[in-house]
């Protein structure tokens, strides 16, 4: 759905792509076209000496069919590129319906900007739209879910726990009403939770494709 606006917020977002940068490389559809945009950029020799640090195994070997040199060394990543499952006004994200969140997070913390790439359909006033994944270690995984519906969720395991992280990990989608991004710390200190899917203040830039155009708003990272 609205792969053109997807295709726009990752054209917008390449042109903030220079030779001999370090960038973060984010997981899903939007950024796949961004990638196939970086490989085009490279492969033509618009741009050079790119090195991209991925945040999925999928990620990984994508760039690489693009002749993208990619690493796992977190040390000075100037800009990350990634998509978001829904956001509002502030820049406060969900992530994770690609279930790569813990890395997401990662790449995301260490990098001086984190640029996201959007449809509009993303954005809501509200997080309330997409469920809450949350990544699990699987060990006494049904009593984390318990824990973590005991906040005011329902919850399901991600493919009836057919799906595993690159981590090796479950993925339990949390549906609440509002995901308020304070919910965040609250989720985080259930024992055997990884991740959470809300990123709070990590967003300096979104680009949002709107029909036509690509919307963008800036935030300060706090
Ligand atoms: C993966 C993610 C993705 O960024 C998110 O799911 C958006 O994906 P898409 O660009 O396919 O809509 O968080 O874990």
Known sequence: MYEEE???AAMEALKYVHSGMKIGLGTGSTTKYFLEGLGEMVESGKISDITGVPTSIRTEELARSHG????NNMEGIEIDFDGADEFD?????VKGGGGALVREKIVAYNSRDVYIMAD??????????????VEVLPFMEESTRRNIERIGCTSIFRDGKKFRSDNGNYIIDCKFEYTDPDLESRIKMIPGVVEVGIFRGIATRIFMGNGENCRIMDFKKS
Do not use: D, E, M
């Open 68 to 71: 993208i040199n990619t690493v």
């Open 120 to 133: 509009h359909s993303k954005f809501s006033q509200r997080l309330h739209n997409f469920p809450l994944p």
């Open 6 to 8: 997807k295709k726009l």
């Open 89 to 93: 006004p502030a820049g406060n994200l």
